[in-house]
């Protein structure tokens, strides 16, 4: 079985300051993991991905995350927010087994202050 | 250009009436699947498809029917649609499993239902 758990539903940030924003996870075997960004009225968008290799992954836009195994964590970072940040972020976790079904957090809403 | 293409994009009806919301694929992919989602809840797996011919039920199967006939094709028919079943629906492909890009899902742009 697996899952996952955005920690926050809702982050703040200004422009120019970093973001952090966390994910955990569970998961039976090794698991792949993912975020994906969805900006207003658009599908979603890989950002990147975990797929046991570095566990420090890069991304586009700027973003990167770190695999913790001890810690069961995958937070999504960036150093400087940019106004275009603005989004719906979710964190995905995938067994490798069976269907190789993608499990979804619930989202976290990033909002960029001026 | 690569792409998953959904339609309608938006569409409103009324209880019972029965809908196809269409999906295709131009990447060759093998997996296909459909999500739904609501607020507070993420995506949720409707169904998916390993390939031609293999549909099977994801986590929330319930007033939905798909079938896989052709690869690139994967239309999401709801027989009698209820209002709970409003929601914003994803289409998504992804390669063959085991492919190093395995499990990466291109999405489509989603499609807004509305049931009265």
């Known amino acids: 079985a697996q899952s996952v758990t955005q920690l926050d539903s809702h982050v703040s940030v200004s422009e120019g300051t970093p973001v952090l924003l966390r994910c955990n996870y569970s998961?039976?075997?090794?698991?792949?993991l993912f975020w994906y960004v969805q900006h207003p009225n658009k599908g979603l968008q890989l950002l990147l991905k975990?797929?046991?290799?570095?566990?420090l992954v890069k991304g586009i836009n700027g973003f990167e995350a770190e695999f913790k195994k001890s810690e069961t964590s995958f937070h999504l970072t960036k150093p400087s927010a940019h106004m275009s940040d603005a989004a719906e972020y979710f964190c995905?976790?995938?067994?490798?087994?069976?269907?190789?079904?993608?499990?979804f957090g619930t989202g976290t809403r990033l909002t960029i202050i001026p | 250009e690569a792409q998953v293409t959904q339609n309608p994009r938006y569409l409103i009806t009324v209880t019972g009436k029965k809908l196809t919301v269409t999906c295709s694929q131009n990447?060759?992919?093998?997996?296909m699947s459909w999500y739904r989602q609501d607020p507070g809840l993420g995506l949720r797996q409707i169904y998916y498809?390993?390939?031609?011919?293999?549909?099977d039920k994801g986590d929330v199967p319930e007033g939905y029917k798909v079938s896989r006939k052709e690869k690139r094709n994967f239309p999401l028919i709801l027989e009698s649609p209820s209002p709970n079943q409003t929601s914003l629906y994803f289409c998504?492909?992804?390669?063959?499993?085991?492919?190093?890009?395995?499990?990466?899902?291109?999405f489509g742009a989603g499609t807004r239902l509305s049931v009265l």
């Open positions: 998504a492909s992804s390669p063959q499993r085991g492919v190093i890009a395995k499990n990466i899902q291109y």
């Open positions: 998961s039976s075997y090794s698991p792949s």
């Open positions: 975990y797929t046991s290799a570095a566990t």
């Open positions: 995905v976790v995938s067994d490798n087994v069976g269907n190789e079904k993608l499990t």
């Open positions: 990447m060759n992919h093998e997996y």
């Open positions: 498809s390993m390939n031609v011919e293999v549909t």
